[in-house]
């Protein structure tokens, strides 16, 4: 007997080479983005992958409100997730505030104060200029395009958890080593998707 499992996959990518990162996260069903965005931080910071004042992007199914606040305040990174047509700037400004733990006198709080006006400027400027960054988000959704048609990702039936995980690993593994071969224009990345 099969079971068949829908599974939300986010991979992380370093955009300059287009290496996938671990943690490649694996959950049963589709779990709205916006819920998982805490999880694979948590998952980058413990990994050692993510520092602070790191610039990530994500897409807009990440998009919440909260999920700025928790990338900003909690990791103290940049997080420019796409956003949509009625996000209201106001609003977003309004959700930055100090966690009470920063005023711990044992804390250097002028220090973290002057990083955190300093991340959160950066993020403003970059927020409302995010669709300079279009092109990079292009690059990475045809690296998942190579994952999902040119590696047969898009339905992995299998009848384990592991199973899942291996086949999954080893596709991202295998597009990795692909980019390593200079496969990283996004022209070059389209025909390998479309073989």
């Known amino acids: 007997m099969a079971i068949l499992l829908d599974l939300k996959l986010p991979i992380s990518i370093r955009t300059r080479h287009l290496h996938a990162l671990l943690p490649i996260l694996i959950h049963n069903g589709t779990p709205n983005d916006t819920n998982i965005f805490p999880e694979v931080l948590k998952e980058l910071r413990k990994r050692r992958i993510i520092r602070e004042g790191d610039l990530i992007l994500a897409d807009k199914g990440y ?13 103290r990174i940049i997080p420019l997730i796409f956003p949509k047509e009625n996000m209201k700037m106001k609003k977003l400004n309004q ?79 295998l597009a990795g080593l692909i980019t390593l071969q200079g496969y990283t224009t996004k022209t070059a990345l389209q025909k390998l998707a479309e073989m």
């Open 63 to 75: 998009y919440k409100y909260d999920n700025y606040r928790i990338g900003l305040i909690d990791y």
């Open 95 to 173: 959700i930055f505030n100090y966690k009470l733990e920063i005023f711990n006198p044992k804390k250097n709080t002028e220090k973290i104060k002057k990083l955190l006006k300093r991340l959160k400027n950066e993020f403003l400027e970059k927020i409302n200029n995010w669709e300079k960054y279009k092109p990079i988000r292009g690059k990475i959704e045809d690296f998942f395009k190579l994952c999902k048609d040119g590696l047969n990702m898009r339905d992995i039936h299998k009848y384990t958890h592991d199973s899942v995980k291996r086949t999954v690993y080893l596709n991202v593994f």
